[in-house]
């Protein structure tokens, strides 16, 4: 529990009766909150300016509806403030995307405090480059201080026990904090649920066995630079993404639909090429040629040759090592030599580096 901070009767007295400052104005002038103002108003039996003022705001009745949005926001970039000296506390949140902001937050736009959704700007310190975001807050109420103690325990945000999944949720979850991860290796896709500020056991507890159904697993996502601690994101597999977005839905605006876009992205296919490629290395041509000649990728070729046992490693230059050791003590660059024996630079330098030259 927080210290309360007890205002000077006087001077409090001077400010909200004397010079009728409101509410805001008198904590303003004391550098505190809002509700520390009306407790020592009631706590002195100073009379309100108007009749029904010593709330801050009237308690706000979270529908179901509106929980689960809150839930989905919260698992994401979504905050519950409370200020130190504060009783209640406010909900936040930020997007660079205005319809992002806009569908998070319309069904809370009773509770806005004053502007709604409003766009500011800022310079990136890196890149020197100007940026916007859309950020939305409501009021500070008792309706989100319940939220608050739920979600947040000694300030740090958890995953509250109780938490059930159901599709809104995850929906407006992976809106915020979901992406599809392409793989150059595999030529494969998977969707990828930033969870980097949860504990991973109240992940593996709570989050994992309610995604069991879509193949979800926690892998490491690097590293957190103040703690040096391992951050866990949540990956759901390539066979079951159509399943987690036909239970989530469509994308409910146009920003982010590419969020959904996981059609399969293959590689071309080379097999009409293979006797071609096959005569071709036979022939006396390299792999790497027979790549840039067919616009194809080096390994591919390499790997279809393996296939049919005919890639032998080429040795040829062995007897020239010699010859280069020579040539570059003598003062010959090693590109030079590379040139005067028709092959890869790196395959030189590689050489004079075994043998300590380079």
């Not at 936040?92 to 709604?116: A, I, L, P, R, W």
């Not at 916007?132 to 409501?138: A, D, L, S």
Request: contains cysteine; aromatic residues 16%; hydrophobic residues 30%.
């Amino acid at each position: 529990m927080s210290k309360r901070i007890i205002l000077d009767k006087n001077e409090l007295h001077q400010k909200y009766v004397v010079e009728k400052l409101s509410q805001a104005k008198t904590a303003k002038y004391f550098n505190c909150s809002i509700d520390t103002v009306v407790r020592n108003l009631k706590d002195y039996g100073i009379k309100a300016h108007k009749q029904g003022a010593w709330c801050v705001s009237n308690r706000v009745e979270l529908s179901e509806y509106q929980r689960n949005k809150l839930c989905g926001a919260l698992l994401g970039d979504g905050s519950l403030i409370k200020c130190k000296n504060g009783i209640n506390a406010q909900f936040t949140y930020v997007s660079k995307s205005k319809q992002h902001v806009e569908f998070v937050c319309k069904d809370f736009m009773e509770y806005s405090y004053k502007e709604g959704i409003k766009k500011y700007e800022y310079i990136d310190k890196r890149t020197k480059k100007q940026y916007f975001r859309y950020t939305f807050r409501t009021i500070t109420d008792q309706g989100f201080t319940a939220e608050y103690y739920r979600w947040y325990k000694n300030g740090i945000k958890h995953i509250p026990e109780d938490l059930i999944l159901n599709p809104l949720i995850c929906l407006i979850w992976y809106i915020g904090d979901g992406s599809i991860c392409n793989s150059s290796k595999n030529n494969s896709q998977c969707i990828k649920i930033a969870t980097n500020c949860f504990d991973k056991n109240e992940q593996e507890r709570i989050l994992l066995p309610q995604l069991s159904d879509f193949g979800a697993r926690l892998c490491k996502a690097g590293k957190n630079k103040s703690t040096n601690k391992y951050q866990y994101a949540i990956y759901i597999p390539k066979k079951k993404m159509e399943q987690f977005f036909e239970f989530i839905g469509e994308c409910p605006f146009s920003d982010y639909k590419y969020k959904w876009d996981y059609k399969e992205k293959f590689y071309p296919s080379y097999e009409d090429y293979y006797e071609e490629w096959r005569k071709l290395y036979l022939n006396g041509m390299g792999y790497t040629h027979i790549a840039r000649l067919y616009g194809a990728d080096n390994t591919t070729v390499l790997k279809y040759l393996r296939k049919v046992g005919i890639y032998k490693r080429f040795e040829g230059y062995k007897q020239f090592y010699k010859e280069w050791e020579d040539m570059f003590i003598s003062g010959m660059k090693y590109y030079d030599i590379a040139k005067k024996y028709n092959c890869c630079s790196q395959t030189v330098l590689h050489h004079l580096r075994q043998v300590n030259l380079f």
